[in-house]
């Protein structure tokens, strides 16, 4: 871990503010590397939920935390790298802060397109959780193939995962077509928003 010059500042001085900052996001004390949760504040040295310590690594037979946005799973330390500086490891928390900086793709715009729990992809519907996860990912939930039969739009994102944006399917249908286009059309417009280095 980096040390924060902060005694270089003069006397008298407060420190800059973005060292302030930094030196909070490099702070692994307060955060429990297992499931994410902060001390807020209090003299707590140990996370409720999990009983582990604050800054310890997570237990070798803990489900680790993922990021909601991008859906990123910590190794086994409890930390990522930072999109920052790769050689820098860093909490879960301090790497969704760093999402406002680097986010996976354009979430204002997907978030107009959205209706409820469903997207809206040009006239068909799909499950709006499922679609950003694979604008994000390229994965499609394997554990819903009953829902994805009958859904134009996920049956499109299957076809364009296995066979790349102008697929030669079999028993092709125009409404797969038709959602193939859309669908696509979404993933451009999502990416237009990435940010992240990598
Ligand atoms: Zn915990
Ligand atoms: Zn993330």
Request: negative net charge.
């Amino acid at each position: 871990m980096e040390t924060i010059p902060v005694a270089a500042a003069p006397h008298g001085q407060p420190p800059d503010p973005m060292v302030g900052t930094e030196s909070f996001m490099l702070n692994t004390d307060r955060i429990c590397l297992q499931c994410g949760t902060t001390s807020n504040g209090d003299r707590a040295v140990v996370c409720r939920r999990c009983g582990l310590r604050f800054g310890d690594e997570p237990r070798r037979d803990a489900e680790l935390p993922t990021c909601p946005i991008c859906y990123l799973t910590v190794d086994d330390d409890g930390l990522t790298p930072s999109y920052r500086n790769r050689l820098q490891r860093i909490s879960l928390v301090a790497h969704m802060e760093e999402h406002e900086a680097f986010p996976p793709g354009d979430d204002e715009w997907l978030g107009t397109l959205r209706r409820g729990d469903q997207i809206a992809v040009g006239r068909f519907n799909a499950p709006f959780d499922l679609v950003r996860r694979y604008l994000v990912t390229g994965q499609i939930d394997g554990g819903r193939n009953r829902t994805i039969q009958h859904n134009a739009v996920l049956t499109a994102m299957s076809q364009i995962k296995r066979w790349g944006p102008n697929p030669d399917v079999f028993g092709d249908q125009p409404a797969w077509q038709e959602a193939r286009l859309h669908i696509a059309a979404v993933m451009d417009r999502y990416a237009q928003g990435r940010r992240t280095p990598w």
